[in-house]
């Protein structure tokens, strides 16, 4: 291995590549059929190997598993499914060993239904102690029959669910953006508020490097509790963010992002926070990156955006534009645990993400995916600032869209009275090695969470090593030339004119990185040496769907990101 990311000033996660793993659906080391802590400390070698800087672990806290761990009982525990305490600090130790930062999942805009808190504001009865950490409120109506307002959960059906009051008669409404097993947290509570920090303290004093925050736009609610406009579910992307929405983007959030930050910068060395803002544009986004909030945020605009030179020109822009006047770095991101596998998606007619909250589905050629996929990944990983991987996507997965409806677990299928499948379909556990499951993803004979299709058999990251020109190959080997070309460190980049459909750009010490979304195959400068190619080059000649880097000029000294694949 070479040595560490060239750490520019500022700070690692400016240009850092994080890895999502996915915990459920990663590597199961006791044979349960579910990922685990035992699992991802058998495979720090491979991600290591794969060259990413840090790795994002999905929620691993005592959770009744109603949204996939997105629902905590208990922030300070790790879910027995998953491993002991113990077992997560030596995870964190051992990730270290490997030069690999552990970023973990927190999830303050709404607990589990089982937490302690909730359980205790049930009996406690309206305007108790314990009811104001959540937002209860009376319904509407004569007798309170009706809920608080329009709001509508992200999962399908309303935002509020009515309790039974501990005299038997129906009472308040507590409100729940996702599933009812995960009622939302009141961000006015001061308990609330110091909770969460010593949460934070807990961690890093076991020395976590840092956290992904789980809907980072939503914790702050109106106080008025006004109608909400429609979710538009079919609508290409997040919901379209009006100007004041009374439960995304309010302006007091911003408020709990510094206060965070005051603790993550009272620690050496400085923590870091990742944020999930799920909003429309870059401009919103901006403002949770400022230099006294968020360090960085996942920028869902690129993963949304068609396959489509003028309209990734556009979100590219107008991304570096608007943080760059924040001093924040990108963290570009094609793919997660909450979206269509992104080979699947860029085989549809519709490139563009909607996210799987939406029902609706076309067919997808998956060999027209993979070779845009190969392209997406070499533009991704050209651009100034971070990325973040998504645990298979190193292998070329696509979405697992047959899934028998008996196994579905995403609350969505339910809350949706049976017509959208939700998310599943990403979080097959991915393959490992051999020719049929498990494929590695546990011990032999044992039973994933989620079958996995046979197909897997040529993508497990075994075969994927065997194979010159893999899709593993191919990450491995642009992970490995970001490290040691350091004009990829560089801050920001140059477009070079090309012709239309196409992309290319120059980053620092020459570098260049050319992307053709045409339908003619685009002429490269001859006087070039090509570092990286998404498929082989006909001569000059970059194919249709394809993306290469190269220098211009030949370099006079030893050709440096050589070392193999
Ligand atoms: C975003 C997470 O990524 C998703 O999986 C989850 O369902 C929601 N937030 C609610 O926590």
Known sequence: MTGPNP?????????????????????????????????????LAYLRDLGVDAIWITPWYPSPMADGGYDVADYRGIDPRFGTLADAVALVSEAHDHDLRVILDLVPNHTSSRHAWFRAALPSGPGSEARGRYLFRPGRGPAGEEPPNNWESAFGGPAWTRVVEP???PGEWYLHLFDPEQPDLDWTSAAVREEFEATLDFWF??????????VAMALVKDPTLPDAPPWDRAAVGPPRVPPVHPFFDQAGVHDIWRAWRRVADAREPRRVFVGEVALVGPAGLARYVRPDELHTAFNFDFLRCPWDADALRATIDGTLAALGAVGAPATWVLSNHDETRHVTRLGRAATGAR????????????????????????????????????????????EVEDLPVELLQDPTWKRSGHRVRGRDGCRVPIPWSGDA???????????????????????????????????????????????????????????????????VFERGGGLRCAVNLSTEPLALPAGRTTLLASLPLDDDQLPVDAAAWYVETPPTGPRDGEAGR
């Open 167 to 169: 005299d038997g008669r």
């Open 437 to 503: 499951p498990p494929f590695g993803f546990g011990p032999p004979g044992s039973v994933p969470w989620l079958p996995q299709p046979p197909a897997w058999a040529a993508l497990a990251a075994a075969a994927g090593s065997r194979t010159p020109g893999s899709m593993l190959a191919l990450y491995r080997r642009a992970l490995r030339l970001r490290r040691d070309k350091r004009g990829f460190a560089a801050d920001g980049l140059r477009w070079i004119p090309s012709p239309r459909g196409t992309l």
């Open 205 to 214: 004093d076991h020395g976590v490097d840092g956290f992904r925050i789980d």
């Open 355 to 398: 996210g799987l909250l939406d029902g609706r589905r076309d067919v997808a050629d998956l060999e027209l995916g993979t070779r845009r996929a190969r392209a997406a990944a070499l533009l991704m990983l050209a651009l100034p600032g971070g990325a973040c991987l998504y645990q298979g996507e190193e292998l070329g997965l696509w």
């Open 7 to 43: 750490r520019p000033p500022g700070g690692w996660w400016r240009n850092a590549v994080i890895y999502e793993v996915y915990i459920r659906s990663f590597a199961d080391g006791d044979g349960d059929g579910i990922g685990d802590i035992a699992g991802i400390r058998g495979r």
